[in-house]
Each structure stands twice: as structure tokens, then as C-alpha cells.
């Protein structure tokens, strides 16, 4: 990984994907929309297209629009004259002024005021405004980077945002998948925030903290609504609260430990995602054979018999549907032998995995 996406942690193929994307588009001033639930890591995605862009050396404004209220959101963009309003007592330079030759990041973009939305969009077109209050015309360079965990094409059509603003915003589009699409990363970032912890502490306790296979096999099953940002919280609150050096599951919150993931969710995300009865019953089906196999360790004659199929209908909508891979993410993290030799706070394993079709063993190096 390059070091300017270093604060980015992941190997899965959605993420990895994500890296492809902000190396192509960083070096242009392309407008960026990322799209994405809350605490997917909106925010870092931008910091990395303006790091490793020609204006990384220039300054980077954040600016969360939902959290100043619409009335004062048009200032705090534009700046004011002295005197605009009342309690206007000096001119102020807005956001827009101070990213002047840089980047500036609009996030939670879908809640700005319709009336803000047209005077956004001619910063866009043409790179100029005038202060609240004022008449003289600004020039700027900037490039624009916004995000959203709403979706923007249903806002439009409920007419709650400008179609010509949405696609003004949305030349390069960036989705930051959720963190249950995911799950195989649960190791590498538990590991980089027990480094992020040890880093910020006075305590040295904090990065001697490991989490057993048991306890990340539960935390992989888990779908965090939260995101990243949830998984980070509980990270900080084990690696403070637990006196053990071993974080056990029985430490874990209680709707982590019980969790069971619905095997439609998928499904059904995929089906109201416009992509069609074909596609959703592909997803379910692939969603239900990798139930059956991770129930049963990956013993093919076992899951067949689970799914009421034959094993050879089994072995071949596994090369169909290319699930070798899960297999391999399956046992890094759920050895059923217990056989781990790994130093959990690095997280280089090797592990010693039967062949379940009774053919002999052999050791998979993470």
C-alpha cells in the first residue's frame, strides 16, 4: 500500500477497488461524490484523494453541512461582510476563500437547503460567489469533494435535491461499502486500532491487548450498523475495560455474542438495489450455500446434506459462483482445530487446515 493511503486498512477486493479508484482520479480536479453509511470512512477516503493529489501541499477544508443549521451554513461557505446581518460586526472569510487553490470536502451533502444547493452549483460551474452581504465578485480554484449516506437519486425525485447539482457533484463516483461486506478486513483493523490506541496512551496495557479467534469469529458475524467507527469504539472500550491480556468473548456486548446474521439481508439490499428477480436469487442462493458451509466447517458432504443437494451439484455452484476465496477467509479466522500459531497482535498467521475429503493436511500462511 502507498504511503499516502497508509490511515486505509484492508485487503478485501471491494476496498482494495476503492485504492484503484482515488489513484486514478486524485491527480485530476475532478468533483468526487462518496456515497456510503455513516462511519464507512467518507471522510479518510477524501483525505486520501486530496494527499495524494497536485494540491496536497494546499489546504484542506471540512465542512459538515448537516451540522450547522441552514440559516448560518450559507456564511460559514460564502463568508460575510461587516455589517450583512445582524451581529455581523467584521467581514469573514468563508470555507470556499480558505480552500483557495486546495480542497474542500462538503460532507453530508443531501441536507443543504434548496436555495444553498443554486448557489453551490454556480461555485462548481464557475468557480466564483460573492460574500453574504456583498457585491464584489470572488474567483477561486478549488476542487470539490462531497459525501452522503443518503441516497441522492431519491431526494431528487422527492425533489429535496437539484438533479443538475447531483450531477455536477457525481463525475467520479466513490462507494465506501459498508463493513459487514466486508468482514474478512475485522482482523487487519482490530490490529491497527489496538496501534492507533497504544500510539494516543500513556498506557502501555493497551497494545499488549489480543483478541482470541473465537472472540473475531463473533465480531465477524456481526453486522456493525455502526461501521468502522463502531468497531473502533468497542476496540478503545475492550482494550480499556478488560483487565485480561486476552479479550475473550464473554467480553464482548451481549448482541455481538448472539448475534445471528439474516441470510436475506443480502438479498434483498441487492433486489431493492434495482438489480433485478435474476441477480437477488443468485445472491440468496449464494448467501444460503455459504450459511450451510460455514455451519459445517466447510465439510462439503456435510453442507450438501444440509441443503438437501447432492455434493457434486454442491462442489459445482461453489466454482460457479467463485467461493474459494470465502473459504480461505473462513479458516484465517475460524481454525476448528484450534491449531493457531499466530502472534494476534500482528496478525501473521499460519494455520493448519484438514483437507476435509479426507486427502491429507496442509498449512495455509496468511
Known amino acids: 500500500m502507498q504511503p499516502k493511503f497508509q490511515a486505509f486498512v484492508g485487503e478485501n477486493p471491494k476496498i482494495q477497488k476503492i485504492f484503484e479508484i482515488i489513484q486514478k482520479v486524485a491527480p485530476s480536479d475532478s468533483t468526487v461524490l462518496i456515497t456510503g453509511d455513516s462511519g464507512t470512512g467518507k471522510e479518510l477516503a477524501a483525505r ?14 471540512i ?15 460564502f463568508g460575510h461582510e461587516k455589517g450583512a446581518f445582524t451581529g455581523a460586526h ?51 480554484d478549488i476542487r470539490i469533494i462531497s459525501a452522503t449516506n443518503i441516497d441522492l437519486k431519491k431526494a431528487m425525485e422527492a425533489g429535496k435535491f437539484r438533479e443538475d447539482l447531483y450531477y455536477r457533484l457525481n463525475v467520479i463516483p466513490i462507494h465506501m461499502p459498508p463493513l459487514r461486506e466486508r468482514r474478512s478486513d475485522i482482523p487487519l483493523l482490530i490490529n491497527h486500532f489496538l496501534h492507533k490506541i497504544h500510539q494516543h496512551s500513556r498506557q502501555a496495557q493497551a497494545s499488549s491487548k489480543i483478541f482470541s479467534e473465537e472472540t473475531i469469529l463473533h465480531m465477524q458475524r456481526y453486522d456493525w450498523p455502526g461501521n468502522i467507527r463502531e468497531l473502533e469504539n468497542l476496540v478503545e472500550r475492550l482494550s480499556v475495560l478488560v483487565e485480561n491480556d486476552t479479550i475473550q468473548p464473554a467480553d464482548l456486548p451481549e448482541k455481538i455474542r448472539t448475534f445471528q446474521p439474516p441470510v436475506m439481508q443480502d438479498t434483498l439490499t441487492a433486489f431493492h438495489n434495482g438489480e433485478g428477480f435474476n441477480h437477488a436469487v443468485n445472491q440468496f442462493q449464494k448467501q444460503l450455500i455459504l450459511h450451510a458451509l460455514n455451519q459445517t466447517n466447510w465439510v462439503k458432504a456435510k453442507a450438501a446434506a444440509m441443503l438437501k443437494i447432492n455434493r457434486t451439484t454442491l462442489v459445482e455452484k461453489i466454482k460457479k459462483m467463485d467461493l474459494e476465496t470465502e473459504q480461505q477467509a473462513f479458516f484465517r479466522t475460524n481454525n476448528p482445530l484450534g491449531l493457531l500459531c499466530a502472534d494476534y497482535k500482528q ?20
Open 48 to 61: 486520501a484523494i486530496h494527499a495524494a493529489s497536485n494540491r496536497c501541499n494546499q489546504p484542506l477544508i
Open 90 to 140: 467584521q467581514t469573514r472569510i468563508g470555507r470556499f476563500e480558505r480552500a483557495d487553490t486546495g480542497t474542500i470536502f462538503l460532507d453530508e451533502i443531501g441536507d443543504m437547503s434548496p436555495n444553498l444547493q443554486v448557489k453551490l452549483l454556480r461555485v462548481l460551474q464557475e468557480q466564483q460567489f460573492e460574500r453574504v452581504g456583498g457585491t464584489k465578485t470572488i474567483h477561486v
Open 63 to 77: 465542512l459538515n453541512c448537516g451540522a450547522i443549521p441552514a440559516e448560518l451554513l450559507e456564511s460559514e461557505l
Open 347 to 366: 496478525f501473521h498467521q499460519v494455520e493448519q487446515v484438514i483437507d476435509f475429503e479426507g486427502f491429507g493436511q496442509k498449512c495455509i500462511g496468511a
